[in-house]
């Protein structure tokens, strides 16, 4: 079993691209019978974590995060063309708030701890559940323009990935999973990761984990979950 360790953002248009990425690889991997068995363990990363709870309007986040809004458009361009090249739908004009992710990194663990019906199977991650959920959460945010970062949007992404939305309610209402997203943050300074998407392959062997950092083309994961050097020529 191969453990893959995924940092990334919700909120980070190269994560969305990034996991395309991935996922093609693997596919292509497992349709010549070359893809280890892995063990897919969602990181979480913050870019934006000073971000009130509530997020804040989009507009003005993108003008100050880009230094005005022309740029910000002319950079959701370049977004927009990798993501039609990955088979990606990122629509921008939808988008109303610039979010806090806190609560759906949490929901992205939570979701790990689940099995299809939304029962507690302890803490090993079912990366199957996790990974839908992740993957709903980056289409909800870039294609759809939901607020990802509102406990009832939350629950209803939960629900369309065959989870309990009651139980996805009652767990965002707590503090669960609340130190597991710090904790993250802090392994990831450990590690040096500064941005994300990074992957970490056998990050559990130290003499010979391999890293991919970036959204990557397919090639450079194929190159990792074949256990070589990802960065190599």
């Known amino acids: 079993m191969t453990p893959v360790d995924v940092f990334a953002d919700i909120a980070c248009p190269f994560c ?36 009130p709870a509530e997020g804040t309007d989009w507009r003005p986040f993108a003008e100050k995060k880009f230094g005005s809004w022309k740029r910000a458009q002319a950079t959701f361009r370049r977004v927009e063309e990798m993501g039609e090249a990955a088979g990606l739908a990122f629509r921008f004009d939808r988008m109303e708030k610039a979010v806090n992710t806190t609560d759906a990194h949490r ?69 669960r999973f609340v130190e597991a997203v710090e904790e993250s943050q802090r392994e ?16 559990d062997d130290e003499d010979e984990p391999r890293a991919v950092s970036g959204a990557q083309p397919a090639a450079v994961f194929r190159r990792a979950l074949a256990g070589h050097d990802a960065q190599a020529a």
Do not use: C, N
Request: zero cysteines; proline letters at 3%; hydrophobic letters at 45%.
């Open 16 to 51: 969305y691209i990034g996991e395309r990425h991935f996922e093609q690889a693997l596919a292509g991997a497992r349709a010549e019978e070359e893809a280890p068995e892995i063990a897919w363990r969602w990181r979480p990363f913050q870019l934006q974590p000073e971000l």
């Open 107 to 175: 929901l992205v663990l939570w979701a790990g701890a689940q099995d299809a019906d939304g029962r507690k199977t302890g803490a090993q991650q079912h990366d199957g559940a996790s990974r839908s959920v992740a993957g709903a959460l980056f289409a909800a945010y870039f294609t759809e323009g939901r607020d990802v970062g509102d406990a009832a949007t939350l629950a209803q992404v939960a629900a369309e990935s065959g989870l309990s939305a009651d139980a996805a309610r009652e767990m965002l209402a707590s503090e």
């Open 188 to 203: 990831a300074r450990r590690l040096g990761v500064t941005g994300v998407p990074f992957y970490l392959f056998d990050g």
